[in-house]
Every structure is written in C-alpha cells, then in structure tokens.
C-alpha cells in the first residue's frame, strides 16, 4: 500500500507509542482534528473522485486525514476501523462496501467515545444509535431519475414493448439496493416495461464487459435497454454491444449513473442517452460534520447532495467539465 506522507509519519508515531515512548496523541497540537476515514477502494473514477476530494477538502479545513483504502474488503474496512480506535482518532468516517455487518466494530467505537460519520452509502444495524449520520445522496432518487427517463424516451420513440437489463452494482451495498428500488418503482405499472434480467456486475469495468457478453449471448437483439448502476460498468458493457454488431445509443437505449467526464463524453458523442449524476463531492460537508462534532455540537442526521439528470432531451454538448 502507497502510504500518504502523513499518514506515514502518524504510523511512525503510532510506533513509537506501541514502543513505550509516550503517547504521540497527547504531544500532537490537542486543537487539531484527527480524521480516521476507511475508503472501500478504487474501483470506480467515482470513488478516485470522492477520495481525492476529501484529501483536498481536509487541507483546506487543517483536518489530519488518516486514510485507509479497503481495496473492496469489508475485513479491511473492519481492521481499518479498529486501528482508528486503537490511535484514538477524533472522529470516524466510513464508505461501508455493503450494509450488514458492522455491529461489533460500531459498538467498539462507541465504547471508546469516538463519533461515527457514514460516508456515500448506508448501513443496517442490530443496534441503534451506532452512528451519528449519514452524507451521501439520495440513490432511490437517482434510481426514480433513471426509470423516469425511460418512459419518457419510450413515448418519444413511440415503443410498445420495453426489455430491459440491469447490470447492477456490489450486491448488498446501499447504492445497489436503492437504484434497483427506485428504477423498478418508477417503472411499476407500465405494461410496456420488462426486466429481462438483473445481473450483478459490482461497480467494476470488466464485470459491466462480462455481465453484457452473457446478456447479449442469452438475449440478442430483444434487449432494448441496458439500465447500468454506474458508469465503470456502462464503459465495459459498451464495446461488448458495439462488438455483438449493435449501435449502443440507437439499437439499445444505455443509461448510466455517476456522471464522471468519461461517461459524459460518451453521452455527447450519443452512445449513451442518459446520465443521472450522483456527485462525488462530499468531502466538505464530511470535514464540517466531522468539526461540529469535535465541538459536540448537534449534526443532521441525512445530508443529501443536489444532483442532476444528463440525457439526450437536450443538447448535451453544453455540460461542462466534470472533474471526476
Ligand atoms: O456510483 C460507483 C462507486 O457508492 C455512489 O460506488 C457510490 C458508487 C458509485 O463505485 O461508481
């Protein structure tokens, strides 16, 4: 693992301490705050974005950062949570990679009175009260965004039967559940729309290239619509189409979620119809949070980013850069 230049110093003093040479904690400044944020990986530019802006937004605010990638592990996200309360950090903060299965850390955390903040998705505990809030957006909404647009593009286009399939991302994590929920809640009741088949692809490229190679050879040319829960795995489902001798965009309606430049582009050059943005920019919220409870001020429970609907409704030549 690449170690930032000051979470390596904090490593160092963390041994130090291990050595019995006194606490590093108490001779670091008591007015400063020390983050411990467990990131779920790299998997997407989505989460490169989100990462990059909470190391950007801590500096801006004096925060330290100590910064843990999980490379897609729970067990890490886990260890990496308990080395936070080992070090005493001030505040916790956490992207969980899935929903269930956090109890015992949580209460470890809280045994130790260091305030949990949940970062980008959620999580579902036996225990109430383990955490003190969430920022992240709203994923039902996106979902509800996605499912609108298709109705609205099938009255456009006049069709009488919709097939759709899902690519959807890591099973069990929040994103994934509330895209799936609020898409198929959208969708309910038109007689038009039919799931072919929902797949889970992870968030990842090469899952998206997988899940479409088995799609297109199980389905052919009766899919209509390929609903994908981030961009990473649009970007690898699209070639596999092109490949099947399809024209993504005409042939097949594709639509997309995160918004990142790579995905927009695409949706300019008209391989993708719609983009529903889900921001990666949390970090600032994150560090103000992370302030007020240092301070023992009360933080909102939900923080919830605006987010935007991309779609070829409208010139799409006119949305700007992205930064993710
Ligand atoms: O859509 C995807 C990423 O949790 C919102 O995770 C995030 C999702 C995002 O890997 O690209």
Known sequence: ??????????LAAVMLLLAGCGSAREEASDQELLLGFSQIG?????????????EEQAAAYGISL???????????????????IAYKVDVIAFSPIVEEGWDNVLREAKEAGIPVILVDRDISTETEGLTTCLIGADFYAEGVMAGEYLLRKADALGLEQVNIVEITGTENSTPMRQRQAG??????????????ESIDGDFLKSRGAECMRYLLETYGEDIDVVYSH??????????????????????????????????????KSGRINCVVECTPKLGKELMETALKLQAGEPVDALIHPTEAIFTDETDPQSIGPRGY
């Open 230 to 267: 981030n961009d990473e795995m649009t970007l690898g489902a699209l070639p596999e189409i092109e490949n099947a001798g399809f024209t993504p965009g005409s042939d097949m309606i594709i639509i997309s979620i995160d918004g990142g430049q790579e995905a927009i582009d695409v949706l």
């Open 183 to 196: 898409f198929l809640d959208a969708i309910a009741g038109d007689e038009r729309m039919h799931i072919l």
């Open 1 to 10: 693992m690449k170690l930032g230049k000051r979470y390596g110093i904090l």
């Open 66 to 84: 100590m910064l843990e990638n999980a490379n897609q592990k729970q067990e890490n996200q886990i260890d990496a949570i308990r080395r936070f």
């Open 42 to 54: 790299s998997e997407s530019a989505w989460r490169i974005g989100n990462t990059k802006d909470i």
